[in-house]
């Protein structure tokens, strides 16, 4: 049965077929109300949460950049409107029937982030990445640099940095 040569992958195809083998990390990709696509490291995502605009508590008296919290099995998580917080000009739009919030995580903190819609897993090789250009001064100190794509450099997906998010001073404004 080993020595079979009809179980041998590649067989009528020249060869054994080789994997290949991703280059980079492992990144979640995702799009602002903007339009603008931005990504986050797989190893700084705690869990990607679908739910409805109804399950978020609205709390008074915090930063407009906040829309509430929600229960997560017992947890409560603040979210976010990541594109106000980011100093985009489209503000996250609430009147949806499910809303998608990347949740990270730094040491014993969890941020819920409103995102429009997510893309997907893909492998990117930070070693490809340059240095954030043309970017608003509120934005820059969150992100980690950006990718260029298309053969115009027409496509940019910029990486975030979840701890400088987390960690940031405007949550208290």
């Not at 179980?7 to 799009?31: C, D, K, S, V, W």
């Not at 995502?45 to 950049?65: C, G, K």
């Not at 489209?90 to 893309?119: C, H, M, W, Y």
């Amino acid at each position: 049965m080993v020595g079979n040569q009809e179980f041998l992958p590649g067989q009528g195809t020249g060869g054994i077929q080789e994997l290949e083998n991703p280059e980079g990390e492992l990144h979640l990709r995702f799009y602002l109300p903007s339009g603008n696509e931005f990504a986050l490291l797989a190893t700084d995502i705690r869990e990607v949460i679908y739910q409805s605009p109804e399950s978020i508590t609205a709390i008074p008296n915090v930063s407009p950049l906040l829309l509430g919290t929600i229960n997560v099995r017992g947890r409560v998580i603040w979210v976010a409107d990541l594109a106000q917080f980011l100093g985009e000009k489209v503000p996250f739009n609430t009147d949806k029937s499910e809303i998608r919030i990347i949740a990270v995580e730094d040491q014993d903190t969890i941020l819920g982030l409103a995102v429009d819609r997510i893309v997907g897993m893909e492998w990117l090789d930070e070693k490809k990445m340059k240095m954030s250009t043309d970017v608003a001064d509120g934005m820059a100190p969150f992100l980690r640099g950006e990718w260029v794509f298309g053969e115009k450099g027409e496509q940019v997906l910029r990486l975030l940095d979840q701890e400088a998010i987390i960690r940031s001073a405007r949550w208290a404004a």
